[in-house]
């Protein structure tokens, strides 16, 4: 706080304020020649007083400027009022000077009004050494002193200065009053929440026990304790009290939509109307959030009309965005556009309300064109919250290639560090394939919280890095339990504990990777959290152990499930599809129309269901009574699905035929594809070429229809036109995906490459498998060497076979698991005719199951059958 030397004139920092005379001191000295004025100086100080007691704050401080030239010498009367309009117009430097004439009238040490008013302009204007100087010198200080003191600090943060100032003000026999007590409530309400709990419940004890039962103290308790996680506490105080007025309703509804209550948001607001109380601006504002997460359109059309009758909510920017929030959320985009295009004066948090419901309904061409819009016209400059949208609007809009661009933009706009921008950009990076960018901003943040873990799991998962993902969810709760241990009260430090979209985002990695050990775990933190009974947790769970090969666990987390949606009911049909029980998947199909409306992807499970189970009546019937019977139009993937169907059943002209009747705007890259996959199935070259001609044509970049084609002609014999095919492949700068296996063991996973010897293992395991390949054959097996697409000969190509991934994580597992243990390996791609044959031999040799899932489906080996009946 500095007390500013008057050798200057004042300049005043506001036009509406009465200029200055060129010598005057604002009261300073009585030496200048006053103007004549006839008014008494108790008439001065009314009008002083009245203006600021009617918010006319300039006016208020012109009339003191006047009296000051009139004269007139301010005293404890007209002191309080000019500094209280000070205040209000957050002018410090001019209170600065007020607060000089203070000190030269003596007043701040005879008046302890005019004190308290100095105090609270540096509350609100100043900073925290001001506040404690001017508190300091306060000889005899008043609760309004205190109140002041500790209020200010609450508007600094400094909350734990805020309670040893309480504990003073106890020490120095003031009585604290209503306005100490909000103060109180709100300090609680930041710190760490057990502490903040404890305390505030000492808080809302003392007010009981001085009978304070005061609105506002309600309303400051009910506040904190919905800040401190404690609704039903907040509830009970509401129910409680009796003098209720706007703010205490306003209080209630908006905690508990802040909370995810939202149905409770909504039967407090329909009381509120019962009570006849008129909503205002923040109830709006407060309630239509629950209707957006309910998806309550009818009732938020409603709360439309309402703000529609009364103009001054039409024009309030916070109900504006509220109710393009709510249309966007219920999916009625062109609703919310509606309103924010009727908007006269937007604001900038009105820009960032659309912006955020094209992105979240996937209109992201949309979003950056009216970004683009808001950048040229608006006059508004982007902030966090804008980019927040941005980001993933420009990561899924096919037509901005310029992606990583926006990553230079965020950080010349100052925006690199804040939380939600670095969540966007690990987002971003992830689904661009450099998921290293990714974990290097989330090694870079200071405070990561739980969606900053929970996107970094998803980036890893979407770029097929489950390990990765897996590891790190490890360390999420490595550093919960490390954080529980020690006990830590810092506010700052955010501890994030595995929740329902961590556990839904984490399982499909188990999943792939066929790691049931550590997929039980998940499972069995979730039920030890109340996790389980998440219909989305509850859909994965099923999803990881059928992919596990656990096809019963999978039905009992289905049948225990107290919910259960579409989702639910389709991971269980292509559950039954990939272990070969297209039988129960269509019987159980019976069962969903009573539950849920089933939809596309119902019928692309039970199409896959049909076809890996040989079904191919069943499946054509359901195709053509899926939109007559069922109101679901087939779509480009429904016809690629029952070319497939045909496809492996070997009706190859079929297939053909039905794509060529596929209607003329449907893509036909999956059916042609499904009949590429067929041929070579069924050693088609003749239709395997039509099919990778058109593929070719659409997809030049696909590795997959390369190598189907080389496959058919190797398999054909037809070599130099096999060795072109691959020329090509290379010209063009295409590279085959290798071949992938992986195997749990001991709490890790295991990853093998076809011809790779990196693994610790590897000699052992070529060893091993050269020495069962020799058992095998005593048994009757012979190697099918036309599996090996090289044209080399005969002992090589019995070599290169025993490379095969899906063969050295068999190897892998026999070695090192238990007895008796089932042999569980996932496959990345199909599994190939003499590894299926071989499988089926080393199950009844070693008799051991073994379980093996390719990309398609399932097989269960067991003394020397496979579940799939050869037919895959």
């Known amino acids: 706080m500095s007390v500013l030397r008057i050798s200057h004139p004042l300049h005043v920092h506001h036009p509406q304020h009465k200029p ?124 309004v002193s205190w109140n002041t003191l500790i209020a200010s600090l609450c508007r600094l943060e400094e909350w734990e200065l805020a309670l040893d100032m309480f504990r003073r003000m106890h020490f120095d026999r003031v009585e604290p009053n209503s306005f100490t007590l909000v103060s109180m409530s709100v300090a609680c309400s930041n710190l760490e929440t057990r502490r903040g709990v404890m305390l505030g419940k000492q808080v809302h004890a003392y007010s009981l026990r001085t009978g304070d039962s005061m609105s506002f103290t309600n309303n400051s308790l009910m506040s904190m304790y919905a800040k401190l996680g404690r609704i039903n506490d907040s509830i009970s105080i509401f129910e409680i009290f009796a003098c209720k007025n706007m703010v205490s309703w306003n209080t209630m509804i908006s905690s508990l939509s802040q909370k995810d209550s939202f149905e409770e948001a909504m039967r407090v607001f329909r009381l509120m109307i019962f009570e006849g109380m008129k909503p205002d601006g923040v109830t709006i504002s407060s309630v239509l959030p629950a209707c957006s997460h309910l998806e309550l359109l009818g009732h938020g059309k409603e709360i439309h009309s309402y703000v529609l009758r009364n103009t001054s909510l039409i024009e309030n920017s916070y109900v504006c965005s509220a109710l393009v929030d709510m249309y966007c959320n219920c999916r009625e985009v062109a609703g919310g556009r509606r309103i924010f295009d009727g908007l006269v004066n937007r604001s900038l948090a009105n820009w960032n309300a659309m912006l955020a419901g094209y992105t979240q309904n996937g209109f992201y061409d949309e979003a950056l064109i009216l970004f683009l819009e808001m950048i040229e016209f608006s006059g508004f400059f982007p902030n966090p919250t804008t980019m927040a949208s941005v980001l993933p609007a ?48 989330f090694d870079s943040m200071e405070i990561k919280d739980m969606v900053s873990w929970n996107t970094m799991i998803t980036g890893y998962v979407v770029c097929g890095c489950h390990e990765h993902a897996l590891d790190l969810l490890h360390k999420m709760t490595q550093r919960v339990e490390t954080n529980v241990q020690n006990e830590c009260n810092d506010i700052n430090k955010v501890t994030c504990k595995p929740n329902s979209i961590t556990l839904m985002t984490v399982l499909p990695g188990c999943a792939a990777l066929a790691a049931l050990a550590k997929g039980k775990e998940i499972h ?63 019987s159980l199909f019976e069962n969903l129309r009573a539950e849920v409306k089933p939809n596309e992807v119902t019928f692309i499970s039970l199409f896959a269901a049909c076809s890996h189970s040989g079904m191919v009546k069943e499946g054509q019937n359901l195709f053509y009574r ?83 084609l080389s496959n058919i002609y190797s398999s054909a014999g037809l070599w130099e036109k096999a060795t072109e095919v691959r020329k090509t492949m290379i010209r063009n700068g295409v590279k085959k995906e290798p071949g992938c296996s992986w195997i749990e063991f001991d709490d890790e996973v295991h990853k093998f490459v076809s011809g790779d010897f990196s693994h610790p293992q590897s000699e052992q395991l070529h060893g091993f498998l050269e020495t069962l390949s020799e058992r095998l054959k005593h048994e009757g097996y012979v190697p099918d060497t036309s599996c090996v697409l090289h044209n080399v000969n005969e002992e090589e190509k019995e070599t290169l076979l025993c490379g095969h991934s899906e063969r050295l994580a068999i190897a892998f597992g026999l070695l090192n698991l ?30 051991r199951e073994i379980i093996v899932r390719d990309v398609r489906r399932f097989h269960y080996f067991k003394d020397g059958k496979c579940s799939c009946g050869d037919y895959w």
């Open 20 to 143: 200055l005379h060129k010598n005057h001191n604002l009261g300073f000295s009585s030496n200048q020649n006053p103007q004549s004025d006839s008014r008494s100086y108790s008439s001065w100080v009314e009008q002083l007083r009245s203006h600021t007691r009617s918010r006319n704050f300039h006016d208020a401080i012109s009339v003191y400027i006047d009296m000051t030239i009139a004269g007139h010498q301010p005293d404890n009367f007209a002191f309080p009022a000019v500094l209280k309009a000070i205040t209000e117009i957050q002018d410090l430097n001019l209170g600065e000077q007020i607060h000089g004439a203070v000190i030269k009238h003596g007043y701040d040490v005879s008046s302890v009004t005019v004190a308290n008013t100095v105090l609270n302009l540096y509350g609100k204007c100043g900073g925290f050494d001001d506040v404690l100087k001017v508190f300091d010198k306060i000889t005899e200080r008043d609760t």
């Open 394 to 441: 420009s990561t899924h809009c096919e037509a901005f290639h310029d992606k990583e661009g926006l990553h230079g933009y965020v950080v010349k706009m100052g925006f690199s560090e804040d939380g939600y921008v670095q969540n966007a950009l690990m987002d971003l990076y992830s689904r661009v394939g450099k998921v290293d960018v990714s974990r290097n901003i």
């Open 524 to 586: 069995a933190y979730a039920i030890r959290n109340l996790l389980a009974s998440d219909v989305a947790v509850g859909s994965a769970l099923a999803d990881m152990y059928a992919k596990c090969g656990c096809l019963n666990l999978a039905r009992n987390v289905f049948d225990n499930m107290p919910v259960r949606n579409v989702i639910t009911w389709n991971v269980l049909f292509l559950a039954y599809g990939m272990h070969g029980r297209g039988d129960l998947a269509l």
């Open 626 to 708: 899926m939109k007559d019977e069922f109101g679901v139009d087939p779509t480009e993937d429904h016809y690629g699905c029952v070319v497939d169907l045909l496809g492996r059943a070997g009706q190859l002209a079929e297939a053909h035929e039905l794509i060529n009747n596929m209607p003329s705007w449907f893509s036909k890259v999956g059916a042609w594809s499904s009949l590429l996959g067929a041929c070579w199935i069924h050693q088609n070259v003749e239709l395997g070429e039509i099919a990778a001609h058109h593929l070719l044509e659409l997809e030049p970049d696909v590795a997959s229809h390369y190598v189907l």
């Open 818 to 847: 238990p007895p008796g243990v089932p042999i569980r390996v996932v496959k990345n791609l199909r599994v190939c005719n003499d590894c299926h044959s071989a499988t089926k031999f080393i199950s009844k040799v070693v008799e």
